[in-house]
T-cell receptor, first 120, second 113 residues
Framework: AQKVTQAQTEISVVEKEDVTLDCVYETRDTTYYLFWYKQPPSGELVFLIRRNSFDEQNEISGRYSWNFQKSTSSFNFTITASQVVDSAVYFCALSEDYLRSGAGSYQLTFGKGTKLSVIP | DADVTQTPRNRITKTGKRIMLECSQTKGHDRMYWYRQDPGLGLRLIYYSFDVKDINKGEISDGYSVSRQAQAKFSLSLESAIPNQTALYFC????????????FGPGTRLTVL
């Protein structure tokens, strides 16, 4: 069974500090996909990034960066120079290999989320 | 306009009442999903549908039913609502070509008294 662990329940940082959100996953699949979603106080879920298991290159998008390490089954998310607008709950998620599952029990497994508060 | 819409956005109902949550999408995606979110538990899958004739149970389907009326519409019903079904409900869609990437609606906050 798949599992996603976000050990940090809540984090508070002062504006302009860097912050890293941890995500550790478990899967028996060799091909899988990892995601980060943002849930601001308004409640919607915003897709941030998708990474497949064969691509271990780090990715940077503006102030956001992601570090994927298969050796430690981790997919961590760093926000550089945090801003108040970054305050949200962040979810890490894992999906199985859809090519294998075909029409079977496809499912996106979410971690329990990390609530980030950026203090002005 | 939003690609995935959910109605209603907020609903308060009483125990035993039947309630339907609706989801519509203009993304042209084949796959649709219903999740519920509870504080501290993340999102859990209730039902998913790969096309109009394909409905599948998710992790927590007991007490819920769904209907895929068209490619663009997927409804979630609570036949007899109970208080522990109070939660935030999300609809999501994904493209057949990249089924792993799901796009979420704005959510429906349901309170069962």
């Amino acid at each position: 069974a798949q599992k996603v662990t976000q050990a940090q329940t809540e984090i508070s940082v002062v504006e302009k500090e860097d912050v890293t959100l941890d995500c550790v996953y478990e899967t028996r699949d060799t091909t899988y996909y990892l995601f980060w979603y943002k849930q601001p106080p308004s409640g919607e879920l915003v897709f941030l990034i998708r990474r497949n298991s064969f691509d271990e290159q780090n990715e940077i998008s503006g102030r956001y960066s992601w570090n994927f390490q298969k050796s430690t089954s981790s997919f961590n998310f760093t926000i550089t120079a945090s801003q108040v607008v970054d305050s949200a709950v962040y979810f890490c998620a894992l999906s199985e290999d859809y090519l294998r599952s075909g029409a079977g029990s496809y499912q996106l497994t979410f971690g329990k989320g990390t609530k980030l508060s950026v203090i002005p | 306009d939003a690609d995935v819409t959910q109605t209603p956005r907020n609903r308060i109902t009483k125990t035993g009442k039947r309630i339907m949550l609706e989801c519509s999408q203009t993304k042209g995606h084949d796959r649709m999903y219903w999740y519920r979110q509870d504080p501290g538990l993340g999102l859990r899958l209730i039902y998913y549908s790969f096309d109009v004739k394909d409905i599948n149970k998710g992790e927590i389907s007991d007490g819920y039913s769904v209907s895929r009326q068209a490619q663009a519409k997927f409804s979630l019903s609570l036949e007899s609502a109970i208080p522990n079904q109070t939660a935030l409900y999300f609809c999501a869609t994904s493209d057949l070509r990249w089924p792993d990437t799901q796009y979420f609606g704005p959510g429906t906050r349901l309170t069962v008294l």
